[in-house]
């Protein structure tokens, strides 16, 4: 079977519009990965490491580690430029159990989950701006759910183009944060607050850097939709690696911008470091500022999982693991309207139950279980190509990949020492996924 052809393409004559070029496929990097963290996790890291020096190099580890990622997926989107991504790497190096599994987690909790919990952020950052009460939140979440599902059934152009606007709005918030912090004069503040947590300074970073890659995840959601990218061969790799700098320069820059306005002491003990930056240097008029940016943070960031998931469900009724209508493309609008409803539908259900932040507690280390996988099927797939030329290929790999898949797992062992509970309960939602996988296989064969 040749490259980019899935056993189940017959399902389907109609294929994906190639309507995105490189600022879009870039845009979509930037706001796959910038959503509410930048604006919380610094606090987190900075309780952990309690000096400006180690938080800057915990920000400067994950910055390596996001970069190493680009590089990673980058060759993966080079060498195979398939709807799904991860899960058609997946697929083709391990099996199609591991594709389905990572599908079924996305769709599961991970995607859908994500998807109600930061609809809330946005609820709760509009609802506030707006001078709404509280109780409006789930229905305002709700609605940004619908109205996005239904913009992006209607085709990838007018979603792209709701992602460039919203991602240049975030962009414009960091940049105003970034430049009000460094134009202000700083204040004066302590070094530290507590010692480096028992256990070490290795062990601290390490501790450090799981909220920190958390917050630089996401650039590989573009790969989904590798097939709808003019040119994916050339144009994902640089809007991947353009768009990770991007980010880096501007998570690093942030990180000064508030270890500069309140310190180590102030950023530590901040619930909200981004409106007290803007507060202390703007005022009242700072906070609303920075509120307006988060609001665009988070739409953004909505829009993009829900454009690029879809795909991956898609790829996989393709195969034949889903049900056919799934497979199916829209035959003017290219895009698959049936995943696109089921991911929306499901994720409303998850918002209004109220247990998504519940479901996304026990299953948050698989995201990066399945990063690290997808990262080792570069080694497969090199292999398999045997001397085939390519444009693109990692710096360094293998010991870079080996890195970033080494930084995966300490991430992973992390989570499940932290919340063993949560970790056993994730596993078997997870492990559900094998037998839904070996039924939906015998219907493949059977037909």
Same mark, same amino acid.
Do not use: C
């Given at each position: 079977?040749p ?15 190639r ?49 190493i ?43 859908t ?25 789930p ?18 152009r007018?979603?792209?183009?709701t ?9 414009? #918030?960091? @940049? %105003?944060?970034?430049? *009000? $912090?460094? +134009?202000?004069t700083? !204040?004066?503040?302590?070094? &530290?607050?507590?010692? /480096? ?15 920190v890659l ?57 619930? #909200?470091? @981004? %409106?007290?930056?803007? *507060? $202390?240097? +703007?005022?009242?008029? !700072?906070?609303?500022m920075? &509120?307006?940016?988060? /609001? ?10 829900i ?54 507690d ?28 390519t ?8 010991v ?25 309960i ?16 015998g ?5």
């Amino acid at each position: 079977m040749p490259h980019g052809q899935s056993p189940g393409e017959s399902l389907t004559t109609i294929a994906y519009a190639r309507r995105l070029g490189l600022f879009s496929a870039t845009m979509l990097v930037i706001g796959g990965i910038i959503g509410s963290g930048i604006f919380r996790n610094p606090a987190e890291v900075a309780r952990i490491v309690p000096t400006p020096a180690l938080t800057n190099v915990a920000w400067g580890m994950g910055a390596v580690i996001a970069l190493i990622g680009a590089f990673v997926f980058a060759e993966l989107g080079r060498r195979r430029p398939l709807a799904g991504g991860g899960y058609a790497y997946l697929r083709e190096a391990f099996g199609p159990l591991a594709g389905f599994l990572y599908a079924w987690a996305l769709l599961l909790v991970i995607t859908t989950g994500a998807i109600a919990a930061v609809a809330m952020t946005f609820a709760g950052y509009a609802a506030a701006l707006m001078g709404w009460p509280e109780s409006a939140q789930p229905w305002i979440a709700g609605g940004s759910i619908v109205f996005l599902t239904l913009l992006n059934i209607f085709g990838v152009r007018p979603a792209a183009w709701t992602q460039n606007v919203f991602t240049v709005l975030k962009l414009a #918030a960091i @940049a %105003a944060l970034i430049v *009000a $912090a460094f +134009a202000a004069t700083p !204040g004066v503040h302590p070094d &530290a607050v507590a010692p /480096v947590r028992e256990g070490g300074l290795v062990l601290a970073l390490g501790a450090a850097l799981v909220p920190v890659l958390f917050a630089f995840g996401g650039w590989q959601q573009t790969n989904f939709v590798a097939e709808e990218i003019v040119n994916p061969e050339r144009n994902l790799p640089r809007a991947l690696i353009i768009g990770v700098i991007a980010v880096v320069a501007a998570y690093l820059l942030v990180n000064l911008a508030y270890l500069r306005t309140m310190g180590i002491a102030g950023l530590a003990a901040s619930t #909200a470091p @981004a %409106a007290e930056t803007m *507060a $202390a240097v +703007a005022g009242d008029a !700072g906070r609303r500022m920075i &509120a307006a940016g988060i /609001v665009a943070s988070t739409f953004g960031f909505l829009n993009v999982v829900i454009l690029v998931t879809p795909r991956v469900y898609q790829a996989m009724a393709r195969d034949g693991l889903f049900f056919e209508s799934f497979a199916r493309l829209h035959p003017k609008w290219r895009t698959p309207v049936a995943a696109i409803l089921l991911q929306g539908a499901w994720a409303i259900v998850l918002l209004f139950s109220k247990k998504y932040g519940e479901l996304l507690d026990y299953v948050v280390f698989g995201d990066w279980i399945f990063f690290g996988l997808i990262a080792a099927t570069l080694f497969v797939l090199r292999r398999r190509d045997g001397d085939a030329p390519t444009t693109f290929k990692t710096p360094l790999h293998p010991v870079t990949t080996l890195l970033f898949i080494a930084a995966a797992v300490y991430v992973v062992v992390g989570s499940i020492a932290a919340h063993p509970r949560n970790a056993v309960i994730g596993s078997g939602l997870l492990l559900i996924g094998v037998p839904v996988h070996f039924i939906w296989r015998g219907r493949a064969t059977s037909h």
